[in-house]
């Protein structure tokens, strides 16, 4: 499987795939309840896609306090929140041709952030029709309805990953094709910048943004931060042997508005914090939350053998391992990334990481444990 995964990655050409939603889908277009702010909302210039999401509604917060006014929404729900914002929704799946078309009608700028994230392989199907489908029926659409410029949201883990973190990848680093194909999910965001590329060649100006993992306030899906409830609940047993690299969703979200304004066309922009051994990433959160980090290292050499152990214990006693495979994988390596571009072309300026930490920890605390006040 993992084979063909490496194969497909390297021959890849996007395929005219069925869609997944019948053309008759009903579509829903809200009138926001703020009806004399809408009077101009037709004509709308900016599509906002996924911007339900944990990066979207930040990004989203981020146009409006900027004072754009022409903004447009695709979501395939729209909560009480965000349409209160002011803006045009529409409601539909990003697989739908019928709903797309409606969506890019008289817009010329577009962010496309819509996407799935998750380690589940029960999700693989739908993680690929999300990225390499609705990208292809967003960027043919596009195509067809004159749009000039797409930004759209990739992941670092289609260009920065090694096996030992003795280097640090920029935009030029050679894709690690070898690992890519064990993950699912960043084998799908490397095949959805494939399909992009290919449909916009000329037509459209791309310009493709990979954040590294987010974290930050106002992950209500816990999509990017369930590793850190994981460590505030005390469900990590030992330090795995690899690194991380994290960013603030807020810098992100505004380097999004920047790359719309003055990104490059046809590049890529790795969005990077620091770049830390997983150890020294939980002896932070270990400094701020007053929980223990685990004590036990986990030798790279010695990495899947210590995974299948904690994988049949918990078994063992009837229990579900709080982590799960995909990301006791993911942990063995050095997902490290090289920033230096998007901080000359775009102005990206990452704020301290312990703010960043500090602020994750607080939201999780307060959302999900019913504890936002921090031990002394």
């Not at 930004?151 to 920029?170: K, M, N, Q, R």
Request: charged share 25%; glycine share 8%; hydrophobic share 35%.
């Amino acid at each position: 499987m993992k084979g063909e995964i490496k194969r497909g990655l390297e021959n890849f050409q996007p395929p005219p795939s069925p869609l997944l939603h019948k053309e008759g889908e009903s579509v829903r277009r809200f009138q926001n309840r703020q009806d004399t702010k809408m009077k101009n909302k037709k004509g709308a210039k900016v599509l906002v896609t996924g911007a339900t999401g944990f990066l979207g509604s930040h990004l989203l917060e981020h146009l409006l306090a900027k004072g754009e006014t022409n903004l447009r929404v695709l979501t395939t729900s729209a909560p009480d929140w965000l349409q209160e914002r002011g803006v045009e929704i529409i409601e539909g799946s990003i697989t739908n041709r019928q709903i797309v078309q409606i969506a890019v009608e008289g817009v010329k700028q577009i962010y496309h952030l819509a996407g799935k994230v998750s380690r589940n392989e029960d999700d693989n199907r739908q993680m690929y029709s999300v990225h390499i489908d609705g990208t292809r029926l967003l960027c043919e659409e596009a195509k067809n309805s004159g749009v000039e410029r797409i930004v759209l949201c990739s992941s670092s883990g289609t260009i920065a990953i090694t096996d030992d973190g003795f280097e640090i990848p920029d935009e030029t680093w050679p894709t690690p094709m070898e690992i890519i194909a064990k993950f699912p999910y960043y084998a799908s965001k490397l095949y959805q910048e494939k399909t992009a590329r290919a449909i916009c060649g000329n037509d459209i100006d791309l310009v493709i943004l990979n954040p590294s993992l987010l974290l930050g306030p106002g992950d209500d899906r816990l999509s990017s931060t369930n590793d850190v409830l994981h460590f505030l609940a005390g469900d990590i047993p030992a330090i795995p042997s690899g690194g991380i690299n994290f960013v603030d969703v807020r810098d992100v979200a505004q380097t999004f508005h920047t790359a719309m304004e003055r990104g490059i066309t046809g590049e890529r922009y790795l969005l990077a914090g620091p770049n830390w051994t997983l150890e020294r990433f939980f002896g932070h959160l270990e400094r701020i939350s007053k929980v223990d980090a685990p004590r036990v290292k986990i030798p790279n050499k010695l990495h899947k053998i210590a995974s299948k152990t904690i994988e049949t214990v918990y078994d063992q006693l009837g229990k579900k391992p709080p982590v799960d495979p995909i990301s006791m994988e993911m942990s063995r390596y050095f997902w490290y990334a090289d920033a230096s571009k998007a901080k000359r072309d775009l102005n990206f300026d990452p704020r301290d990481p312990q703010e960043t930490l500090y602020d994750t920890v607080h939201y999780i605390r307060k959302q999900f444990l019913g504890a936002g006040v921090f031990l002394s």
